[in-house]
């Protein structure tokens, strides 16, 4: 596997399930990322982690909760969505240097739906 | 906070033919980043060209050029010779060079080239 990949692709749940989405990025990096995409919205930022800690939380509904065991590897636990929660989730991840630019790399995504 | 502002929801080129994405943003920090990504159909979102403020010349990759224009906040891309793969979702994004590492999105423009 190279880049940055994510499970499952395709992911139909309901509003009582309990699901977990992964991430694994390839590339040696420090940083990752969620992103959620939905129809006719930007891309929003939810979560960032840099070195294996939480720096970032966009206001996001305690719902989802990720986890960060590695530098690796990334989990979004979701638990109690809502239809509204019906998107592409990406994942992404870079190096993080201080002062510097850094390049994120995104996985191919995780569409979800909620019933 | 920083908005991206994509007003071109939609656009079609013919094969061969050059095609301009807009892209306004709007800022009160003095260094970022400005980037271009692609979302083809299969949904890896990849970095096609990116511009630090600080520099005036604009940058190019093969096919691909931007015209910056700091003082306006405008950060067009330029695709020369335009191919069936160019065929994708065009996103526009900012990133503070101080911020740690969030991206803020346009909704993007989604070019369709025609043969």
């Known amino acids: 596997e190279t880049g940055v990949t994510q499970t499952p692709r395709h992911l139909v749940m309901g509003m009582t399930n309990k699901k977990s989405l992964k991430c694994e990025q390839h590339l040696g990096h420090n940083a990752m990322y969620w992103y959620k995409q939905s129809a006719k919205k930007p891309l929003e930022l939810m979560f960032v982690?840099?070195?294996?800690?939480?720096?970032e939380n966009n206001s996001v509904p305690s719902r989802f909760s990720p986890e960060c065991p590695n530098s690796s590897h990334l989990f979004l636990h979701l638990h109690t969505l809502q239809p509204e929660d019906s998107a592409l989730y990406l994942c992404a991840s870079s190096q993080v240097t201080s002062g510097a630019y850094n390049e994120q790399f995104f996985g191919p995504g995780t569409r979800l739906t909620v019933l | 906070a920083q908005t991206v502002t994509q007003s071109q929801p939609e656009m079609s080129v013919q094969e061969a033919e050059t095609v301009t994405l807009s892209c306004t943003y709007d800022t009160s920090e003095s260094n970022y980043y400005l980037f271009w990504y692609k979302q083809p159909p299969s949904r890896q979102m990849i970095l096609v060209i990116r511009q630090e403020a600080y520099k005036q010349q604009n940058a190019t990759e093969n096919r691909f050029s931007v015209n910056f224009q700091k003082a306006a906040k405008s950060f067009s891309l330029k695709i020369s010779d335009s191919q069936l793969g160019d065929t994708a979702m065009y996103f526009c994004a900012f990133m503070k060079t101080n911020s740690g590492y969030a991206l803020n999105f346009g909704k993007g423009t989604s070019l369709l080239v025609t043969p």
């Open positions: 982690y840099n070195f294996k800690e939480q720096t």
